[in-house]
């Protein structure tokens, strides 16, 4: 674990107040930024994000902030916490603050709609003069927040920067695995959100258990189909940030895209399902990205397309579930021979 370092953590929603308390229980100097100074006024009073992570108590050594140079500028590591829909104009208005080599992580999930271009591209592109990592994995701030047990991945281009990332994080109840595979983290963080729409429409539908596997099965086939056309390796979509992640997504109360998708699934529109659930959820964005990625590879996707169908041309859930269950019959696995 590295000693005492200045860290900042850009966006103070859920995921961001409980890593600034993992990082402040390491030891750590941590700033929050928030754009809305109500919020930061709310979480420097009563130190709990009452919205959105109630019940986890904030470090009073966690200091909160309008100002984004007091957030980034010389910190040893700069975290990206806001929703996938704001990176990259975040990371426009962080550039100038950023140092050479500056470490920036980012742990937001979601593939920008008009490039298709993952998390870590648009930093990389907007601070080039940072080192960008990613981590991610099966970890809703609700869990992480509260210190119960939670393992992740971190993502970088070099082999030290992963393991100074593993450093900043890791402690007796977050566990931090090291990989080369950025991509193919990115993909399955932000893939398995459509998919979690989709388990939820299930469970709204009143569906059971065989339909939410089936869900969670062949969603990471999919998913996998794509991340491998694009270039990732196999090990990753098996792996945390794949598989572990899709299924904590489609299984848990915690998870907002499974929440969305179930009231769409009793018969809310999308927009009516975003506004219940209060905050970004980032596979409605992801979506229409995923398709378009579908289509420029050429991967068959059905449960995406579908999803796509319910959120954006009016499809009624269940006739969804009725189109997916009525295609054309299939092996399970094209590369197995007879």
Request: proline share 3%; glycine share 8%; charged share 20%.
């Amino acid at each position: 674990m590295i000693s005492m370092a200045h860290v900042g953590i850009v966006g103070a929603v859920s995921w961001g107040t409980a890593l600034s308390v993992l990082l402040a229980h390491n030891g750590h100097e941590v700033t929050v930024w928030s754009i809305l100074e109500d919020e930061v006024k709310m979480l420097t009073a009563q130190r709990e994000h009452t919205d959105k992570l109630p019940g986890v108590r904030i470090p009073e050594t966690v200091d909160f902030t309008t100002d984004m140079e007091k957030t980034v500028r010389d910190k040893a590591l700069v975290v990206l916490a806001v929703p996938s829909p704001y990176i990259r104009s975040t990371a426009r208005q962080m550039a100038a603050f950023v140092g050479k080599g500056q470490l920036i992580v980012v742990v937001s999930k979601g593939i920008e709609e008009n490039t298709l271009m993952i998390q870590t591209d648009i930093v990389e592109q907007e601070i080039p003069q940072a080192q960008v990592a990613v981590l991610s994995g099966p970890s809703h701030a609700e869990e992480v927040g509260r210190g119960l047990p939670t393992t992740v991945v971190a993502g970088a281009k070099s082999k030290a920067v992963a393991e100074r990332v593993q450093s900043f994080f890791m402690n007796e109840v977050f566990r931090v695995y090291t990989s080369p595979d950025m991509l193919g983290i990115e993909l399955g963080a932000s893939l398995k959100n459509v998919i979690a729409l989709a388990a939820g429409m299930a469970d709204g539908l009143g569906f059971g258990d065989n339909t939410k596997a089936a869900l969670i099965t062949r969603g990471i086939a999919e998913i996998s189909r794509l991340a491998l056309a694009m270039g990732a390796r196999p090990e990753t979509l098996s792996g945390l940030s794949g598989i572990g992640d899709l299924i904590v997504t489609c299984a848990s109360r915690h998870s907002r895209n499974r929440k969305a998708g179930m009231l769409i699934g009793q018969g809310y529109t999308m927009q009516e399902a975003m506004d219940e659930v209060k905050m970004v959820v980032e596979g409605v964005y992801s979506a229409k990205a995923a398709i378009a990625l579908a289509e420029k590879y050429g991967v068959d996707m059905p449960i995406v397309k579908q999803v796509n169908r319910v959120l954006f041309e009016g499809q009624p859930a269940r006739d969804a579930v009725e189109e997916l269950m009525l295609r054309e019959r299939k092996q399970e696995s094209g590369d197995l021979s007879w």
